[in-house]
């Protein structure tokens, strides 16, 4: 079966930090593209980092660039999200995806949210 449990969400005050997780099992975690999206309330899922599966890249959009720092530990199939100076705009259900593509398809797999909230 095929999971990617996301953990480590909470409460915490603008300009304090969270550390995310999602640990991945059922799939090659190696050969996946992971990331984060999240969705705020009243708006569509938006990307918040990701990281590729051979090099590592990671891209970050401007919201999060320098704030935020994916990475990932293939031996324990995890990705974290270390998010810094959180602010009140990040407020977001997050929820981890791992995408493995192929010549002309791909195939994600998603994770159930985990509610972080930034109180200003």
């Known amino acids: 079966e095929v999971q990617l449990q996301a953990s480590g969400g909470g409460l915490v005050q603008a300009g304090g930090s969270l550390r995310l997780s999602c640990v991945a099992s059922?799939?090659?975690?190696?050969?996946?593209?992971v990331g984060w999206l999240r969705q705020a309330p009243g708006n569509g899922r938006e990307g918040a980092a990701c990281?590729?599966?051979?090099?590592?890249?990671?891209l970050y959009p401007d919201s999060v660039k320098g704030r935020f720092t994916i990475s990932r530990d293939n031996a324990k199939n995890t990705v974290y999200l270390q998010m810094n100076s959180l602010k009140y705009e990040d407020t977001a259900v997050y929820f981890c995806?791992?995408?493995?593509?192929?010549?002309?398809?791909?195939?994600?797999?998603w994770g159930q949210g985990t509610l972080v909230t930034v109180s200003s």
């Open positions: 995806n791992a995408v493995r593509f192929s010549p002309g398809s791909y195939q994600d797999y």
């Open positions: 059922g799939f090659d975690f190696d050969d996946v593209a």
């Open positions: 990281i590729g599966s051979e090099d590592g890249t990671t």
